[in-house]
């Protein structure tokens, strides 16, 4: 089973809101990601924890808050965001390194708006 | 910095033919290569990843890597209206996180 879920699948947020992304994995992957997408873009990776700890941080404006509960779940917090940050949310996972292979599964998204 | 450059599109294929998509990368240390199909307004599905030089095929899909000359194809058999999408060349380095993605090929399969 290659199965990454998402919920949810679309969110309307205004600029003052407080909502969060969740992800979750049974692959028993230890590598999981967040990555943004926009319209006609190919996605750009955001964050990525691995054995539930954050390895990378790709610059990512703090208005963004990553979690990483236990192995199977991913959050994605969202505080005081912007119009500009609408776009297709990607959650993804693989096995860590070293590991003898590294593919990513992505997760199916989800659309957020933010008005 | 692993750059990732795939063949401009749009690509425009009569149902039954050959789609032929190139991708070229930069480092030359990059170790794993996949292809995703995204569907417009859906997430990225991986089709294919290759590690090997040489030729791995999947179904109607066969890629294709030269890393001597840092090139990875994807050729897509008896093009099918269902193969309509945009397709995602993606490099990652040895134990390494960060997928490097070329901009993305549009197929577009004419019935």
């Known amino acids: 089973d290659t199965e990454v879920t998402q919920t949810p699948k679309h969110l309307v947020m205004g600029m003052t809101n407080k909502k969060s992304l969740k992800c979750e994995q049974h692959m028993g992957h230890r590598a999981m990601y967040w990555y943004k997408q926009k319209a006609k873009k190919p996605p750009e990776l955001m964050f990525v924890?691995?054995?539930?700890?954050?390895?990378i941080n790709e610059s990512v404006p703090s208005r963004f808050s990553p979690e990483c509960p236990n192995s199977s779940l991913l959050n994605l917090h969202l505080h005081a965001l912007q119009p500009e940050d609408s776009a297709l949310y990607l959650c993804?996972?693989?096995?860590?390194?070293?590991?003898?292979?590294?593919?990513?599964?992505f997760g199916p998204g989800t659309r957020l708006t933010v008005l | 910095q692993k750059e990732v450059e795939q063949n401009s599109g749009p690509l425009s294929v009569p149902e039954g033919a050959i789609a032929s998509l190139n991708c070229t990368y930069s480092d030359r240390g990059s170790q794993s290569f996949f292809w995703y199909r995204q569907y417009s307004g859906k997430s990225p599905e991986l089709i294919m990843f290759i590690y090997s030089n040489g030729d791995k095929e999947d179904g109607r899909f066969t890629a294709q890597l030269n890393k001597a000359s840092q090139y990875v194809s994807l050729l897509i058999r008896d093009s099918q209206p269902s193969d309509s999408a945009t397709y995602l060349c993606?490099?990652?380095?040895?134990?390494?996180?960060?997928?490097?993605f070329g901009a993305g090929t549009t197929v577009t399969v004419r019935a």
């Open positions: 993606a490099v990652n380095g040895s134990n390494d996180y960060k997928l490097s």
């Open positions: 924890y691995s054995y539930e700890k954050l390895s």
């Open positions: 993804a996972s693989s096995q860590a390194p070293p590991a003898s292979t590294d593919t990513q599964y």
